[in-house]
Every structure is written in C-alpha cells, then in structure tokens.
C-alpha cells in the first residue's frame, strides 16, 4: 500500500535534501553565532579594562 516508488522519490528526495541541509545550516550558524558572540563579548571586556 506505501510501497516506495521510483517517481514517488524524485519528488521526495530533494525535498528531504533541502530540509536536511536547511537544517544543518541553521546549527552550523548558531555555532558560528556563539562563537561571534563569545569574541565579541572578550573585545567590550578587554576595552573596558582599559
């Protein structure tokens, strides 16, 4: 009854391609966004020291 077909999965595989990637990118941005935040936050703490 949902046996996988050949034409069913060229309309499925990219839309989970695409989802997938989205949401790598989304916890490769958020760890980019620490990192930022992290330097960001050592910067104000260094000038403000001085």
């Given at each position: ?28 941005g958020i ?9 960001d936050a050592e ?8």
């Amino acid at each position: 009854m949902f046996g996988v077909d050949k034409y069913n999965l060229i309309s499925f595989a990219p839309s989970v391609a695409v989802i997938a990637v989205s949401v790598v990118l989304v916890i490769v941005g958020i760890g980019m966004l620490k990192k930022v935040i992290v330097q960001d936050a050592e910067k104000a703490a260094a000038s403000d020291a001085e």
